[in-house]
T-cell receptor, first 112, second 117 residues
């Protein structure tokens, strides 16, 4: 199984400040077509997960441009350029390259 | 508007059975991979099973193989999860999700399964 490891697990951020979450995979997620099969989700309190970034760096429809994804192979980063109060929630990375589909442990973003 | 609505969540005794349903609308259901995920209380996300559009390919988490069966009825825009021999560790919110963009881009609101005596 591909093991996904996120850090930090808890992320207190002051509104307006940037935030960064790392996600590492135990195997490369780079496909032969050049895309990385790594995706980012946020689960806001009391809600179901919501797709933020797909294939490593593509923002999903309706996602603000202050969210960005980068990385390749085994190391990936989700960045929020300026955190807003509505960004509170748990952020997960997920790989769909290989079955079983696996997630990182989740990073809880909270507002200071 | 894409919608996925799960139903069938309930309290069930260990060893019991339950079937979850998920109805999709606002998109061409028959063209998409579909999946079930779950989230135990206070825990992270876990993939359970998925299947391709024509139901010719199905995959399962090892811990549910032989106990859970994923199926679909494209004529009814519906996805199902038949769960047998339920265990306490199967207690979770179960989400259905639509496959798209090489991932699962839209999730339902979830259905709670509690396995307890």
């Amino acid at each position: 199984d591909i093991v996904m490891t996120q850090s930090p697990l808890s992320l207190p951020v002051t509104p307006g400040e940037p935030a960064s979450i790392s996600c590492g995979s135990s195997q490369s997620l780079l496909q032969s077509n050049g895309y990385n099969n790594l995706h980012w989700y946020v689960q806001k309190p009391g809600q179901s997960p919501h797709l933020l970034i797909y294939l490593g760096s593509n923002r999903a429809s309706g996602v603000p441009d202050r969210f960005s994804g980068s990385g390749s192979g085994t190391d990936f980063t989700l960045k929020i350029s300026r955190v807003e109060a509505e960004d509170v929630g748990v952020y997960y990375c997920m790989q769909v390259l290989q079955s079983p589909i696996t997630f990182g442990q989740g990073t809880r973003l909270e507002i200071k | 508007e894409v919608q996925l609505v799960e139903s069938g969540g309930d309290l069930v005794q260990p060893g019991g059975s339950l079937r979850l349903s998920c109805v999709g609308s606002g998109f061409t259901f028959s063209s998409h991979w579909m999946a079930w995920f779950r989230q135990a209380p206070g825990k992270g996300l876990e993939w359970v099973a998925n299947m391709n559009p024509d139901a010719s390919h199905k995959s399962y988490l090892d811990s549910v193989k032989g106990r859970f069966t994923i199926s679909r009825d494209n004529a009814k825009n519906s996805l199902y999860l038949q769960m047998n021999s339920l265990r306490a560790e199967d207690t979770a919110i179960y989400y259905c999700a639509r496959g798209n963009l090489h991932c699962f881009d839209f999730w339902g609101q979830g259905a709670l399964i509690t396995v307890s005596s």
